[in-house]
């Protein structure tokens, strides 16, 4: 008897790779381009274990669906479709019980030319990108969490780093101005919905959300003198939680992309340190790496 036993199973097709155009009467033209992941799960052991392929729905046809999907409903805003596409696995195949879609999408803004907002023609304005994951899993709804992977910000003053933990290991100085720069990867989790129908009820918030996280990580980031990472990203997570009623928790990470000073004073004696800093050292390793996780207070049970 074999000693082993299939114990996580999930297969699909990643990096599909989408663009769609909808076009207005009036010439409007509306473009989305985006990066599918499907992967699904169900009774699909024999397929590992026996060499039997009767269950697999080929990862060529999930690509196939994505397309058509694609074609016959909308991809924006991208969390309806990934929960089209996700219920549609679980619809269609009584043996697939769980279909896991992610969807990265990639920013197109609309030219500005003239004055004007141009009717077909767009620009890359930033290389961050929109994320949705989608589990779809059959009888028990849709859950999403949608977020923004790899917005890269820096600010040259407005950040010190004081007041830490000091022991026989520690050797960095306390810093009242320091350049602080991350990369931005944030998500927000959404109640679970009952079906594709809610969703499709409750499309508006979606892109509404994306756009004010986007914002408030911006804003807060410039605004707020920050007294370190861990301080600054729980105040956009309180902020999110607080424009969002219908989601449940924020999640961020941030890489701590340090920017070293430079000791110019075997230079004739050159002053480069402290109010004096000027030339810096970017670095690219290590980085601090600062997590967390902030969800919504549940309400006090009344006695
Ligand atoms: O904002 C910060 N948080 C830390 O935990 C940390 N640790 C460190 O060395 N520099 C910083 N900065």
Redesign the pocket.
């Known amino acids: 008897m074999s000693q082993s036993q299939l114990s996580y199973a999930r297969y699909g097709k990643d990096n599909v790779r989408l663009f769609k155009v909808r076009r207005e009467e009036n010439g409007m033209q509306h473009i989305t381009e985006m990066t599918v992941c499907t992967l699904l799960e169900g009774d699909i052991e024999e397929s590992y274990t026996k060499a039997d392929n009767s269950p697999v729905v080929a990862t060529d046809t999930q690509k196939q669906t994505v397309y058509v999907l694609a074609k016959q409903n909308p991809v924006d805003p991208p969390e309806l479709f990934a929960a089209i596409l996700g219920q549609h696995f679980v619809d269609t195949y009584s043996h697939i019980h769980v279909a896991h879609v992610k969807i990265v999408v990639h920013r197109w803004s609309r030219m500005i030319v003239d004055g004007e907002a141009h009717p077909h023609s767009f620009l890359r304005d930033g290389t961050d990108k929109r994320t949705i994951e989608v589990v779809a899993r059959r009888g028990s709804g849709i859950t999403i969490k949608s977020g923004i992977d790899g917005l890269l910000v820096l600010k040259s003053t407005g950040s010190a780093?004081y007041g830490?933990h000091r022991d026989e290991y520690t050797r960095?100085p306390e810093t009242w101005d320091r350049i602080l720069s991350t990369e931005v990867q944030n998500s927000w989790q959404w109640k679970q919905f009952r079906d594709v129908e809610q969703v499709r009820k409750e499309q508006d918030k979606f892109n509404k959300c994306y756009e004010a996280a986007r914002q408030i990580t911006i804003d807060t980031f410039a605004k707020e003198n920050s007294p370190?990472?861990?301080a600054t990203m729980y105040n956009m997570c309180d902020q999110i939680l607080a424009i969002a009623p219908d989601t449940t928790d924020i999640e961020y990470t941030l890489p701590?992309k340090h920017y070293f000073e430079i000791d110019l004073s075997w230079f004739k004696g050159l002053k480069n340190n402290g109010k004096d800093a000027e030339v810096y050292a970017p670095q690219s390793d290590p980085n601090?790496l600062?997590h967390c996780r902030v969800s919504r207070k549940e309400p006090k049970a009344k006695l």
Do not use: K, T, Y
């Open positions: 780093f830490f960095l370190s990472v861990q701590n601090g600062i």
